[in-house]
């Protein structure tokens, strides 16, 4: 499964980068020399002409990469359940009454007491994938976790209380 991306050098004006999609419509993102980026869907007869242009914010463009990379990760997750026997995925929220809200993801050590695998944290529109010991848990923090049915329940049970 791979994506079909064109890269096209506009001279004095910036880089713009189309994504081919398998029904045949090309998507744009136009980055201005100046910081301005623009999303584009170009009309699918002719590859030069768009169709509708939306203007974008730098916040704007951070937002919309952050949101379908957080749809894409939480899609794949869910599918793991599926592909494999006996091993599930889950979000579990971070309770504001949690012991660990405010500390670090080393705090909980949730793989040695639950078997289980933080693969990302949600929080908000950011997602933060593959978290590491010292990343900052806050109440309110969806957590992604891997696991079997059993660790899952222990995770949660130690993110709300934590025993």
Known sequence: MSARIEKIDLPG???????????????????HRSGQRQLAIFDAHDP???????????????????MLGASVMLGQLAQIGTQVAGLF?????????????????????ARTRTKTSIVGIVRGSEIIPSPTPVTPL???????????????????????RGA
Request: hydrophobic share 40%; charged share 20%.
């Open 48 to 66: 030069d002409a768009a169709t509708e242009t939306v203007d974008l914010t730098e916040a704007e463009a951070v937002g919309l990469a952050d």
């Open 138 to 160: 806050h109440a309110g923090d969806t957590i992604i976790a891997v696991g079997t049915r059993s660790g899952l329940e222990a995770l949660a049970l130690l993110l709300d």
């Open 89 to 109: 995925t889950e979000q579990l929220v971070l309770p504001a009454t949690s012991p660990y809200a405010g500390g670090v993801l080393g705090d909980t050590q």
């Open 13 to 31: 004006i910036g880089t713009r980068h189309d994504l081919l999609t398998d029904s045949g419509r090309r998507i744009g993102v136009l980055s």
